[in-house]
């Protein structure tokens, strides 16, 4: 192999092997969601958690009192309790703790 193709044959590989591949698995990370009248409040807990950096998808109907959180190795999960955390209102809070 002539050595110019040779070089640019070894970047390639470099490149792919330090790139984060598009193609890797989503993360899932359950939350356990309480706090008074929380429950009240899904748009909020779904509105505050799709502004964490990374999540892609949020459900909260598949398990009653709590939430999965899909996205990328951008997403974690001490961004996800305080965002829910962060939810609240006059006479109700939400806080959340990550199920292992």
């Not at 591949?21 to 505050?48: N, R, S, V």
């Not at 962060?86 to 109700?92: A, F, L, T």
């Amino acid at each position: 192999m002539p050595r110019k193709q040779g070089l640019v044959l070894a970047g390639l590989v470099t490149f792919f092997a330090m790139a984060n591949p598009a193609w890797a698995a989503d993360q899932k990370i359950m939350l356990m969601l309480g706090g008074k009248f929380c429950e009240m409040y899904p748009d909020a807990i779904q509105t505050a958690l799709k502004k964490v950096p990374g999540v892609k998808a949020v459900d909260l109907k598949s398990m009653k009192g709590h939430a999965v959180v899909t996205g990328d190795g951008a997403m974690k999960p001490d961004q996800l309790t305080a965002a829910v955390n962060g939810v609240k209102g006059d006479g109700w809070h939400c806080n959340a703790e990550v199920m292992k």
